[in-house]
């Protein structure tokens, strides 16, 4: 990864997604991570920002940015719908959460969730909006795939700053990558599948990369 990031002109982070120990962050740091998540939505708030707190002092000095988390994200079962827990984050808990810790940004829950989804999301704005009432803090939107595009709009105007993408970007590449096999006359040699494949996902990437208002941007 570090390699491939050398390779182009505009900045790269190498980023640790839902890291949920100590531990974890600090083998990520060790491996050049210049980014890391730590995930302890699942824990109380007090002992939440006890963890962010020790992940925040291993990875400031050394410049390496921390995202954090409140309001577990929702997981979706394999037909696309969603599984109860504690999703929606509790404004005031966020407010409680930010007066213990300080990350260089925070994922919120407000209905989103990891996987396709099943029909149309409930995605609550005014979570957002409340919370980006009281913080500057960037925030984080996860579980973007197959969320309504002006869903997206709407919370990147209130606050968001990273929308994250990632069941979509695995699965398109790899339905490409079956369209390849099916299509090319490859002779066998997977790197023209993957070229294939690589070359239809980056107008996809650039989709993304528009609807967030980053076109044109370093």
Known sequence: ???????????????????????LCREAVGLGF???????????VEKNAALTKEVIALCRPLGIHVEAEIGELQRLDAEGAQMPNKNIADVAKVRGFLNLCRPDSLAIGIGNAHGYYKGEPD????????????????????????????????????????????????????????????ELN????????????????????????????????A
């Open 186 to 217: 490859h002779q066998g040699h997977s790197w023209k599948v993957s070229q294939f494949a690589n070359g239809r996902l980056t107008e996809d990437i650039r989709a993304i990369i528009r609807l967030s208002g980053s076109e044109g941007k």
């Open 1 to 23: 990864s570090r390699w491939c990031a050398a390779k182009v002109d505009v900045p790269v982070s190498i980023h640790l997604d839902h890291g949920d120990s100590l531990a």
């Open 123 to 182: 995605i609550h704005l005014e979570i957002l909006e409340a919370v980006c009432g009281f913080t500057d803090l960037p925030l984080v939107l996860h579980g973007c795939t197959g969320m309504r595009p002006e869903i997206i709009r709407r919370s990147l105007l209130m606050g968001i700053a990273k929308i994250n993408f990632g069941t979509e970007i695995r699965y398109k590449y790899l339905q490409y990558y079956e369209q390849g096999i099916k």
């Open 34 to 44: 210049t980014s890391v998540m730590i995930d302890g939505s699942t824990l109380l």
